[in-house]
C-alpha cells in the first residue's frame, strides 16, 4: 500500500484489523466486522458496511484479497456505478481444499457466489496458473479480463535489514530452550489444513532417528475456531515440538533454523511463508499444492512431497540435515527465484499496469457519455477520475 501511495494513488485500507500499524505509517484505515466463518446474516451485514465505506472514501478503484472480501467487496460495489473491483485471488481456502462433508456441501454454493460476484468484477488476479484454470473451468470468471500477477510481494531489502539487525541467534535459542539443536521451523496458522497435524507426525519420525532435532511451530492457534489443533495434541509431542505462538520477529526466527517444513493441504496462492524462508537462506520442504510449486521446484530448489503424508515429510527433512551441501544450493536457487519473480518492486509495477488499464477505460467510459446526445434536460457529467 505504501508503495502504491509512493506512485500517486489515495490508498485507503479497510479490515478486521488493528488501525495502529496503518496510523504509524499515514495510512488511512477504515475497519468493518466479517466472520471468516459460514455466517450468512454477518456477511450481509459486511456488504452493507462495506457499500457506505466504498461511498464514504469516494473509492474508484476497490482491490479485495481473500476468500470472504472476494466476494462480499463486488456485491458491495454492484450498484455503485464507476467503482471498479479487482480481486485477487490468493489461493482457494478451506472450501476447495478440505475434504470433510461441510466443504463438499458449500463447495458449488461458492462457486456460484463467485459467478454472481464476477457480475461486477471488472479484473480478477491470480496468484498462479491452477487457480486461473479453476475459475476458467467452473466459469467463475464472468466478462471481466484475468491476469496472473504471482504472489502478493515481497519487500527485499526491508526483510534483509530486519535480518540483520536481528536479535543474536545464541540469545533466541536460549530464550526458546532450543540449546545447540538442529531446528526445523514452520511459520503458519496452526490449524489441520494447514498440515500441522501431519508435521507433528513427520516430527515423531524424525525424532526416532535424529532425537537432537527440535521443531519449531511459530503462529496463532487461539484464533482459528474448529480448525485448530488442540494444544493437547501439540503438547505429547514436547519436548522435540516447541510452539510459541505468533511472533513479530519471523526473519531472526528463520535465521536461526536450519530447514523450513511447510506441509500445507490448501490450495495456496503464493506463501508468504516460503517467500520469506527463501530470503532467509532456507531449503525447503512443502506439498505439491498449488501456490507452493510455483516457489519451489521438486529436487532443484527445494523439495515437494504429497500433503497428509509424514513419511514422505520426514524423510526430506531428513536428507535436508544429512547433506548440507545439496541444501545450501537448493535454498541459493529458491532465493535467487524469489528475487527476481516475487520482490514487492515487480508485483507493485505489475498491479500499477493493471490499474491504470482500468482507469483509462473508466476514462473512455466518462468521455462516451459525455460525448452522446442527452434526451432530458440534464448535462451528463464526465465525472471525475480522481488520484
Known amino acids: 500500500m505504501l508503495a502504491l501511495a509512493a506512485r500517486g494513488l489515495r490508498v485507503t485500507a479497510a479490515g478486521t484489523g488493528d488501525p495502529a500499524p496503518f496510523k504509524r ?53 454492484r450498484s455503485l456505478g464507476d ?24 463447495s458449488p454454493i461458492y462457486r456460484a457466489l463467485h459467478r454472481l460476484a464476477a457480475r461486477s468484477t471488472a479484473f480478477t488476479v491470480f496468484q498462479n496458473r491452477d487457480d486461473q484454470m479453476f475459475f476458467e473451468r467452473h466459469g467463475m470468471l464472468g ?26 541467534p545464541a540469545a533466541l535459542r536460549r530464550a526458546l530452550g532450543l540449546g545447540t539443536s538442529e531446528v526445523v521451523i514452520t511459520v503458519t496458522r496452526m490449524t489441520r489444513q494447514k498440515g500441522i497435524r501431519t508435521l507433528l507426525a513427520a516430527a515423531a519420525l524424525v525424532h526416532r532417528v535424529r532425537p537432537g532435532v527440535r521443531f519449531l511451530l511459530v503462529g496463532p492457534r487461539q484464533s482459528e475456531g474448529p480448525l485448530a489443533i488442540g494444544q493437547a495434541e501439540i503438547d505429547r509431542h514436547a519436548p522435540y515440538v516447541i510452539a510459541p505462538g505468533p511472533r513479530s520477529d519471523i526473519p531472526a526466527l528463520l535465521a536461526l533454523a536450519d530447514v523450513f517444513a511447510f ?33 519451489v521446484g521438486d529436487g532443484w530448489s527445494g523439495f515437494l512431497v504429497p500433503p497428509r503424508d509424514p513419511m514422505s515429510l520426514a524423510a526430506k527433512i531428513l536428507d535436508l540435515l544429512r547433506d548440507r551441501d545439496t541444501a545450501r544450493l537448493m535454498a541459493a536457487r529458491a532465493m535467487q527465484l524469489v528475487k527476481r519473480e516475487f520482490s514487492l518492486g515487480i508485483t507493485v509495477a505489475r498491479y500499477m499496469t493493471a490499474y491504470e488499464e482500468l482507469l483509462s477505460r473508466v476514462s473512455r467510459r466518462h468521455r462516451a457519455k459525455a460525448a452522446a446526445p442527452q434526451r432530458g434536460p440534464c448535462h451528463a457529467d464526465a465525472g471525475r477520475l480522481g488520484d
Do not use: H
Open 263 to 295: 506441509p500445507t493441504e490448501y490450495r495456496e496462492g503464493v506463501p508468504r511463508c516460503l517467500l520469506e524462508a527463501a530470503l532467509a537462506g532456507l531449503p525447503i520442504v512443502t506439498t505439491r499444492m498449488p501456490g507452493c510449486r510455483d516457489v
Open 83 to 106: 467503482v471498479s473491483v479487482i480481486r485477487t485471488i490468493n489461493g482457494l481456502g478451506w472450501v476447495y481444499s478440505s475434504r470433510s462433508p461441510m466443504a463438499t456441501m458449500l
Open 143 to 168: 466478462t471481466g479480463a484475468s491476469r496472473l500477477i504471482p504472489g502478493s510481494g515481497i519487500d527485499v531489502e526491508r526483510f534483509e535489514q530486519a535480518a540483520a539487525g536481528a536479535a543474536p
Open 25 to 77: 505509517v499515514g495510512l488511512e484505515y477504515r475497519g468493518f466486522a466479517f466472520d471468516r466463518f459460514v455466517n450468512p446474516l454477518s456477511d450481509w451485514a459486511a456488504v452493507r458496511t462495506l457499500s457506505k465505506l466504498l461511498v464514504g472514501v469516494r473509492a474508484e478503484l476497490v482491490q479485495s484479497f481473500d476468500t470472504k472480501p472476494n466476494l462480499l467487496v463486488p456485491l458491495a460495489a
